[in-house]
């Protein structure tokens, strides 16, 4: 199987006048192409920065980075993201939105519109394309930025607590949506979360980050028995709660 | 309530076919708009005869006061003198001018502000100091220096209305959400990019804010501008009215002045509407 992502090694300290912040420390791993990883751990331990790290929009103070054995050494278009909002601008149109990464890297063709166009034909957003980010709902949305990535052709999708800023109830249905996207589209996708349920629903592996410095406490590989899989049925399946204590007791929480 | 009366319910705040409750409540809210707006009139109207006839009934001295019916007669003077559209004119366009560059200039620096976080350090403590320095304290220096004339009036507009204009946009751009440039950032995007895609769209509603406030700012730079220099313009008519103890010509101009201020603030709003509507912003 090829390897998309190849972390080896990374340390991440950010200089402070107030001093030092080891942010992440000796992290080591591999993601499979295809692959959907999700990263847990405490708030502050540095889920955020690897996936900065990933992108090339930080660089790693020690180790290095590699995606389909390119080192990553700046901003690199192979790593799309997706953010805790949606970002979406409210002053462009959904079309405008979802060309948003394509016009920044001055790729915008009549193909490449037709290619948009298609897309939201695809996830149901066609009759919303000259709509305004607000007369969307919250799945909507979220679909729509999801598309904007798509977008771009990243290899890896880097999804930071990309759910969060939802309601549960949104959550759970945008979590099964967006999945099925990304399978359908055939994208490895890294997802950083705090959340233990959302991270088993989709994984494939999880990856449990300590406090910070943050360094790999486990790697769990989640299988599940149920039919077909996603994040709703992976719920159902009935070694989803033996992961979640694993997990749980990993982590470690203290209030 | 049964789902069918919901749905009903639902509809009726969208489509044509309204409940007659809510043709009443439409019909109220009319009704209390217009209430308002006529008594604004009613106040106005009130005001001008109220002057017009203490006046007459000498009870208020309309030599110190003047009155309405002096006021259009002079109006009437200026105008078969020839000179009031000049007056107008001048005033209108130093303010016009003066407004205008505050407000591009405005932007220019603060985009430089953001773009060099040395240049930025640097001239902090000075903004600072610019910002609550009385700016017509600077008046006399700028006639010095520039001579006295519309170059001096039009940099004394730009010195009160300036700092204002870059402090208000800087703190849209400060106030832009990371995340969105982090996004930009993350499609590649250079620094320009992330000043043309995100900042200035997002900084909007602040230069909008800033022209409103900018609109008052001139004109203080401007009048304050003819009160100092005092060659022509409804500034200098001012001054001059009140040196020769002409009320009726300070009167008159500040009538205009108040006309003119509030057709220019007005010009700002429909340059908003016009913006908005163009780029279809929510
Ligand atoms: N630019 C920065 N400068 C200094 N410290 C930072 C910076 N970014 C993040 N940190 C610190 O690094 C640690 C990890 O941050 P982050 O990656 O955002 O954590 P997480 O996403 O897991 O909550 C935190 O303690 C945070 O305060
Ligand atoms: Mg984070």
Redesign the interface.
């Known amino acids: 199987m090829q390897i998309a992502v190849e972390v080896c090694n990374v340390s991440m300290t950010y200089q402070t006048p107030e001093g030092e912040i080891h942010a992440l420390k000796d992290v080591d791993f591999t993601v499979n192409d295809g692959e959907f990883i999700c990263i847990v751990g405490p708030s502050g331990c540095g889920k955020s920065t690897l996936l900065s790290l990933i992108s090339g929009l930080l660089k790693p103070t020690g180790g290095a980075i590699y995606i389909y054995g390119d080192r990553i050494t700046g901003p690199s278009r192979k790593a799309g993201y997706m953010l805790q909002k949606d970002h979406l601008f409210e002053w462009r149109t959904i079309l405008q939105n979802v060309l948003l990464g394509v016009e920044i890297q001055r790729a915008v063709t009549p193909q490449v519109k037709e290619k948009a166009i298609r897309f939201l034909e695809t996830y149901g957003l066609y009759e919303f394309r000259d709509k305004y980010p607000s007369q969307l709902s919250g799945g909507m949305r979220q679909r729509a930025a999801l598309i904007r990535t798509l977008m771009t052709d990243p290899e890896i999708l880097l999804l930071d607590e990309a759910f969060s800023a939802l309601d549960y109830q949104t959550r759970l249905a945008v979590t099964d949506d967006i999945y099925a996207i990304i399978k359908k589209e055939n994208k490895t996708a890294i997802l950083v979360t705090h959340d233990i349920s959302e991270a088993i629903s989709m994984a494939d592996r999880v990856i449990v980050l300590s406090h910070r410095p943050g360094v790999i406490k486990k790697i769990y590989n989640i299988s599940l028995t149920c039919h077909k899989r996603s994040p709703l049925s992976s719920r159902e399946a009935p070694e989803f709660r033996f992961y979640f204590q694993e997990i749980w007791k990993e982590l470690d929480i203290h209030v | 309530m049964s789902e069918h009366e919901f749905q009903t319910g639902a509809a009726a705040a969208t489509e044509a076919p309204i409940s007659a409750e809510h043709a009443r409540y439409l019909r109220k809210l009319k009704r209390e708009k217009a209430a308002v707006r006529l008594t604004q009139i009613l106040v106005l109207v009130l005001l001008f005869v109220l002057w017009e006839v203490l006046a007459d009934a000498r009870i208020i001295d309309p030599f110190i006061t003047s009155q309405p019916s002096r006021v259009l007669d002079t109006i009437k003077t200026l105008y078969a003198e020839g000179v009031l559209f000049k007056h107008i004119g001048i005033t209108c366009l130093e303010t016009v001018i003066g407004f205008l560059l505050g407000t591009v200039l405005g932007v220019l620096i603060a985009v430089a502000l953001w773009w060099s976080q040395f240049f930025s350090q640097v001239s902090e403590p000075y903004l600072v100091v610019l910002n609550s320095l009385p700016k017509i304290a600077l008046g006399p220096v700028f006639i010095v220096w520039i001579g006295a004339g519309p170059v001096a009036i039009i940099v004394m507009t730009l010195a009160i209305s300036l700092i204002v204009t870059i402090l208000e946009v800087l703190n849209g751009f400060v106030n832009t ?1 990371p ?2 440039i ?8 250079t620094k320009c ?1 992330v000043l043309t ?2 900042l200035l ?2 900084s ?1 509603p602040n230069i909008i804010n800033a022209l409103k406030v900018n609109v008052g700012l001139s004109w203080v730079g401007v009048i304050v501008g003819e009160f100092l220099v005092s060659k022509a313009g409804l500034g200098y008519l001012i001054v001059y009215g009140g040196q020769v103890f002409k009320l009726d010509l300070v009167m008159t101009s500040v009538v205009i002045l108040a006309v003119a201020a509030t057709l220019m603030y007005q010009g700002v709003v429909y340059f908003e509407q016009w913006v908005l509507k163009r ?4």
């Not at chain 2, 780029?279 to 929510?282: D, E, M, N, P």
């Open positions: 959400d995340d969105k982090k996004l930009v950032r993350s499609f590649g995007g990019q895609k995100v769209p997002a909007f780029s279809r912003f929510i």
